[in-house]
């Protein structure tokens, strides 16, 4: 399994030589451009970064989910430059990636359940964060498979 590090290492080059208009492409109405993938990569940091502190600290949490949808558009991607939602990208993941590698060995059981879901446990969280990235990334123009 990639860490978060590694997976912005390895897909940093390739999204620095995207254009601003391949990256404000979008191939169909409501699918999203790359700049709205990587906004949504953002806010689903800022929701997880809660969620690895708190269930870090605290077993058997019950958390909120969160509308993407509304996340991406009160973020205004689209509206903004490239370079600045690549910069805060890459530097809130790469702070995400500290978070995450400095969890206590024993908070990786600790279970949480979110948005009334089934409980799952902290390891179960930060693993799958890694997963939604590649996910995601795998629909910038480019990226499939990787």
């Known amino acids: 399994m ?3 590090a590694q997976v912005v ?4 080059p390739y999204l620095q030589g995207l254009t601003e208009a391949q990256a404000s492409y979008q191939p169909a109405p409501g699918v999203w451009s790359a700049k709205q993938i990587l ?17 870090a600290a605290e077993d058997g949490l019950r958390l909120p989910g969160y509308d993407q949808t509304a996340w991406v ?23 995400l990636a500290q978070v995450i590698a400095t969890l206590p060995a024993a908070s990786l059981e600790h279970t949480l359940s979110i948005g009334g879901g089934e409980s799952i446990t902290l390891r179960f ?3 799958d964060y890694v997963r ?5 990334l795998g629909q910038i123009p480019g990226r499939v498979g990787t």
Request: charged letters at 15%; a negative charge; proline letters at 2%.
């Open 39 to 55: 906004g949504h990569l953002i806010d689903s940091g800022v929701n997880n970064h809660a969620r690895f502190v708190r269930a």
């Open 125 to 127: 969280v930060a693993e």
């Open 2 to 4: 990639s860490t978060l």
């Open 9 to 12: 290492a390895d897909h940093l």
């Open 73 to 95: 558009a009160s973020g205004g991607y689209q509206e903004r430059p490239w370079a600045e939602v690549l910069a805060l990208w890459a530097a809130y993941q790469t702070q």
């Open 132 to 136: 939604h990235h590649l996910h995601h």
